[in-house]
Nanobody, 128 residues
């Protein structure tokens, strides 16, 4: 059974930092591209950042570029989303997800519809 366990969320003041972790089991972690998404009540799931299977390529949405950094440690089957300079509008439930690229192992995507596996989400609240 594939499991993605997201953790590290919490309450932080504006300008603060958090590091989210996504620990995977039940899959060949190094074969899967990963993504982080977020969702607030009443809105659809929004892409945040994604990373290729090797970790050599990453992408971040403009709203978080320069503040969030996605990395992965394939030896530990874990990905990390370092979030700095947090803003109240970053408040959401954050989800990690994984998919296996069919043809190109260097691929990555911010499109949630192609992801095969999802974690349970971790709440991030940015408030003073």
């Amino acid at each position: 059974e594939v499991q993605l366990q997201a953790s590290g969320g919490g309450l932080v003041q504006p300008g603060g930092s958090l590091r989210l972790s996504c620990a995977a089991s039940g899959l060949a972690f190094g074969d899967y591209a990963l993504g982080w998404f977020r969702q607030v009540p009443g809105k659809g799931r929004e892409g945040v950042s994604c990373i290729s299977a090797s970790g050599r390529s990453t992408y971040a949405e403009d709203s978080v570029k320069g503040r969030f950094t996605l990395s992965r440690d394939n030896a530990k089957n874990t990905a990390y989303l370092q979030m700095n300079s947090l803003k109240p509008e970053d408040t959401a439930v954050y989800y990690c997800a994984a998919y296996k690229p069919k043809y190109d192992q260097s691929a990555y995507s911010i499109d949630p519809s192609i992801y095969d596996f999802w974690g349970q989400g971790t709440q991030v609240t940015v408030s003073s």
